[in-house]
């Protein structure tokens, strides 16, 4: 058994990487929730659908969230009658959000939720929201001191301010799901995918008691890095890293990581840093961790699992 922590587009790269080779019940992912929100009236877990997506093969290529070919003639209309539009939901994606609110709103979890999407896309692998709860990432923005909601500072604002603080809200009380426990305990190997440490495992790790069992099972736990050369393929993980005072580039997440993991896989762009990382106590290995295409998600994921 494999349990991979995950965010959205980059970490859902390596799981469909992961799920190509296994292929079964037995690869469980235990995904952020930290960045849903309710817009419309309608509950959007972007992590959860873009690994749903991307498993079942319908991801959209460009974006890496939403699916393949989606049009947005319900958010041109909407933008028409002054509705808000700053947060593209396409005609298609619209289904999955009309369908969880709708098993919300009748009393169902959001995990048996999210059982039912991933098993209508024929996906055997378990997608697992760390927690039923809901959870929120928060962001205090250096210049203007304001407080944000995650897609406030991730789409509306871009990711462009300097950040001062990270809240993780309601993660103190959150109860995290006892199958993603479970799956923890017995896997032989927890990855961490190559996820924004920060904004999207960070709201994982602090939904007791995931930080715990992490440092309890650190030696099976592999983390890997989402920077390459320093910097991130998209996103935000490289500044807010520096933002939060941790160190710039691969060493910044060596530092995030250093509690929870044994093993740092990094890219060959970063071999410099080999020394340096291992002084923090990790086991580092080095490929390349480029994932444009889906053989060399395949070839990431086989290197991970042939880790000892
Ligand atoms: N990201 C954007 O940058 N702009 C969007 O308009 C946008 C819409 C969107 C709709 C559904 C969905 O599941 C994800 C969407 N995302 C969009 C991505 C999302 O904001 C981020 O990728 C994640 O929250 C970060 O992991």
């Known amino acids: ?9 980059g970490g859902a790269k390596l799981l469909n990487g992961l799920n190509l080779i296994m292929n079964n019940a037995e ?12 817009l419309h009236n309608l509950k959007i877990c972007p992590d959860i ?3 749903i997506y991307k498993l079942a093969g319908v991801s959209n290529v460009t974006y890496g969230w939403g699916i393949q070919g989606d049009t947005f003639r319900t958010m041109s209309e909407l933008e028409m009658l002054g509705g808000e539009s700053w947060f593209k939901l396409g005609d298609l994606d619209l289904a999955t959000h009309l369908y969880r609110s709708q098993r919300l709103i009748q009393g169902a979890r959001l995990d048996e939720i ?29 210049e203007s001191k304001k407080t944000v909601g995650f897609q406030e500072y991730f789409v509306k604002l871009k990711h462009q301010p300097a950040v001062s603080k990270v809240i993780y809200k309601n993660t103190e009380t959150a109860t995290c799901l006892e199958t993603a426990i479970k799956s923890i305990e017995k896997s032989e190997k927890i990855i961490i995918c190559p996820s924004n440490p ?7 790790i602090s939904v007791y008691p995931v930080a715990d069992l992490l440092r309890k099972f650190k030696n099976k ?33 060596a ?22 990382i291992e002084n923090l106590g990790f086991n580092v290995k ?23």
Not at 198 to 204: K, R, T
Not at 255 to 276: G, N, P
């Open 1 to 9: 058994m494999i349990t991979a922590l995950c965010g959205g587009v």
């Open 27 to 38: 690869l469980k992912a235990i995904v952020n929730v930290g960045d849903d929100f309710w």
């Open 49 to 51: 659908d873009s690994v």
């Open 114 to 142: 999210t059982k039912e999407l991933k098993e209508k896309r024929q996906i055997k692998a378990e997608i697992y929201p760390v927690t039923n709860d809901e959870i929120a990432t928060e962001l205090t923005l250096k």
């Open 198 to 204: 920060i904004l999207s495992v960070g709201p994982i």
């Open 221 to 253: 736990v592999i983390a890997v890095t989402p920077l390459i050369g320093g910097k991130a393929i998209k996103g935000p993980a490289d500044h807010i890293l520096t933002e939060l005072r941790y160190s710039a580039g691969v060493l910044g997440v």
């Open 255 to 276: 530092e995030y990581y250093r509690e929870f993991a044994s093993t740092l896989i990094i890219d060959k762009l970063d071999a410099d840093l080999i020394k340096d």
């Open 286 to 308: 080095v490929t390349d961790t480029l994932m444009g295409n889906i053989s060399k998600e395949l070839k990431l994921a086989e290197f991970i699992l042939d880790q000892d």
